[in-house]
């Protein structure tokens, strides 16, 4: 039920790797400290946060595709800057749960 700094390691034995990644588990992902992984900071390894980048990306499709200044995308705007909208990471992120060829198991 847990994972250690050993077991989290062990996917690698290039020491640049295995320095960044100790250093995350230690600052980012081990929020009490003990050493080990537990089952809700696991989740916080496996399943990121991308809230921050999907805001990033939000606000670059308004900002390039807003012709009316109105700070909302109205299907007209969409439609008129379709491809710039279609290669968006936030769109693509959304194609990615659609495709089975992303789909594969890490654990």
């Given at each position: 039920?847990?994972?250690?700094?050993?077991?989290?390691?062990?996917?690698?034995?290039?020491?640049?790797w295995i320095?960044?990644?100790?250093?995350?588990?230690?600052?980012d992902?081990?929020k009490?400290?003990?050493?080990?992984?537990?089952?809700?900071?696991?989740?916080?390894?496996?399943v990121?946060?991308?809230?921050?980048?999907?805001?990033?990306?939000?606000?670059?499709?308004?900002?390039?595709?807003?012709?009316?200044?109105?700070?909302?995308?109205?299907?007209?705007?969409?439609?008129?800057?379709?491809?710039?909208?279609?290669?968006?990471?936030?769109?693509?992120?959304?194609?990615?749960?659609?495709?089975?060829?992303?789909?594969?198991?890490?654990l």
């Open positions: 039920g847990f994972v250690s700094l050993e077991e989290f390691l062990a996917a690698s034995e290039d020491p640049e320095q960044v990644e100790k250093d995350r588990f230690t600052n992902y081990d009490d400290q003990d050493g080990r992984l537990d089952p809700k900071e696991l989740l916080s390894w496996v990121p946060n991308n809230e921050g980048i999907a805001q990033e990306e939000a606000s670059h499709l308004i900002e390039e595709m807003d012709q009316d200044g109105d700070k909302r995308l109205t299907e007209a705007e969409i439609l008129q800057n379709q491809d710039l909208f279609l290669h968006s990471e936030a769109t693509d992120y959304g194609r990615q749960l659609q495709d089975e060829r992303f789909y594969h198991e890490e």
